[in-house]
C-alpha cells in the first residue's frame, strides 16, 4: 500500500513562493514517476507536474516556467518549488503515481492546501 503525506502549503500573496514536499512510503519510489496534482474549488483534480527518475520533466501550461518539480530518492520525496504564485492556483495539491495520461496508480492522501489572496 502506497501512502503519501503533502505538506508545505499555506496563505501566500501573488508573486510569492511556496515549496511543497511529498513523502511517499510503501513503494520503489526510484521505480515510477511521480506527479504533482491540484483541485481547486469546483473544479477536477488536474496534473500540474511530472517527473520520472533521469527525464525531463513535464508540466502543465498554466504552471511552465514557474513550478518546478524535483524528487530525492534517498528521501522518497518529491517535492514542487512553487514561484510567482497567481490567485488561480489556489487549490488543494497531491502527489500520486501517474498512471497513462490521466489515471493514477495509488488512493489519495490528505493534500495540502494552497491559498493565494492578498
Known amino acids: 500500500q502506497v501512502q503519501f503525506v503533502e505538506s508545505g502549503g499555506g496563505l501566500v500573496q501573488p508573486g510569492g513562493s511556496l515549496r511543497l514536499s511529498c513523502a511517499v512510503s510503501?513503494?520503489?519510489?526510484?521505480?515510477?514517476?511521480m506527479g504533482w496534482y491540484r483541485q481547486a474549488p469546483g473544479k477536477q483534480r488536474e496534473l500540474v507536474a511530472a517527473?520520472?527518475?533521469?527525464?525531463?520533466?513535464n508540466y502543465a501550461d498554466s504552471v511552465k516556467g514557474r513550478f518546478t518539480i524535483s524528487r530525492d530518492n534517498a528521501k522518497n520525496t518529491v517535492y514542487l518549488q512553487m514561484n510567482n504564485l497567481k490567485p488561480e492556483d489556489t487549490a488543494v495539491y497531491y502527489c500520486?503515481?501517474?498512471?497513462?495520461?490521466?489515471?493514477?496508480?495509488?488512493?489519495w492522501g490528505k493534500g495540502t492546501l494552497v491559498t493565494v489572496s492578498s
Open positions: 517527473a520520472s527518475s533521469g527525464r525531463t520533466p
Open positions: 510503501g513503494s520503489i519510489f526510484s521505480d515510477y514517476a
Open positions: 500520486n503515481r501517474p498512471r497513462g495520461p490521466v489515471g493514477v496508480m495509488d488512493d
